[in-house]
T-cell receptor, first 112, second 115 residues
Framework: GENVEQHPSTLSVQEGDSAVIKCTYS??????FPWYKQELGKRPQLIID?????GEKKDQRIAVTLNKTAKHFSLHITETQPEDSAVYFC???????????FGGGTRVLVKP | DAGITQSPRHKVTETGTPVTLRCHQT?????MYWYRQDPGHGLRLIHY???????DKGEVSDGYSVSRSKTEDFLLTLESATSSQTSVYFC??????????????FGPGTRLTVT
């Protein structure tokens, strides 16, 4: 089955700086890669996703890049703000697309 | 919040007792999922359903069973709860009707403690 590894496990950045989280996956047939943000005590919220036919996708201050050859994808948050502090999870779909395998999560702390 | 509710939201139970968690959705989504979330492990898929009476195992299915007799309800049962099943359980949905949509949206979660 699919295996997803996520790094780093914790990330501390100064407000206004950028944050980058990286994930690798094992199943070359995976075709969908979402990112979730989870605030303390809340449900995971889908913030951005990318499909395997696209190399990069942006939404305001967040962007995701995908390298299918190397089987890794990354989340980039620019101009970080205190409200970006949360745990972020990456996931990969596997070949079928309807099952997600999640990475272990990255705890991001944005210091004012 | 994609019309997903979970009940109960919190439960404390004793080792060896049966427990059933309910996920209810109001928008006729085809796919429903049960995950557990534990520190250091992210979210792990327990079981999922792709239609009424159609279910399949995920990566951590041992000790759990599921049922889906109606489109809107997906039940997760722990036949005999153990302390290792103390966790936060999330339900998720994906897709509307018969079309495939990859995005998954999560319910509010159920915190289960097995003493």
């Amino acid at each position: 089955g699919e295996n997803v590894e996520q790094h780093p496990s914790t990330l501390s950045v100064q407000e206004g700086d950028s944050a980058v989280i990286k994930c690798t996956y094992s199943d070359s047939a995976s075709n969908y890669f979402p990112w979730y943000k989870q605030e303390l005590g809340k449900r995971p919220q889908l913030i951005i996703d990318i499909r395997s036919n696209v190399g990069e996708k942006k939404d305001q201050r967040i962007a995701v890049t995908l390298n299918k050859t190397a089987k890794h994808f990354s989340l980039h948050i620019t101009e970080t703000q205190p409200e970006d502090s949360a745990v972020y999870f990456c996931a990969a779909s596997g070949a079928a697309g309807n099952k997600l395998t999640f990475g272990g999560g990255t705890r991001v702390l944005v210091k004012p | 919040d994609a019309g997903i509710t979970q009940s109960p939201r919190h439960k404390v139970t004793e080792t060896g007792t049966p427990v059933t968690l309910r996920c209810h959705q109001t928008e006729n989504h085809r796919y429903m999922y049960w995950y557990r979330q534990d520190p250091g492990h992210g979210l792990r898929l327990i079981h999922y359903s792709y239609g009424v009476k159609d279910t399949d195992k995920g990566e951590v299915s041992d000790g759990y069973s599921v049922s889906r007799s109606k489109t809107e309800d997906f039940l997760l049962t722990l036949e005999s709860a153990t302390s290792s099943q103390t966790s936060v359980y999330f339900c998720a949905i994906s897709a509307t009707g018969t079309s495939i949509s990859y995005e998954q949206y999560f319910g509010p979660g159920t915190r289960l403690t097995v003493t």
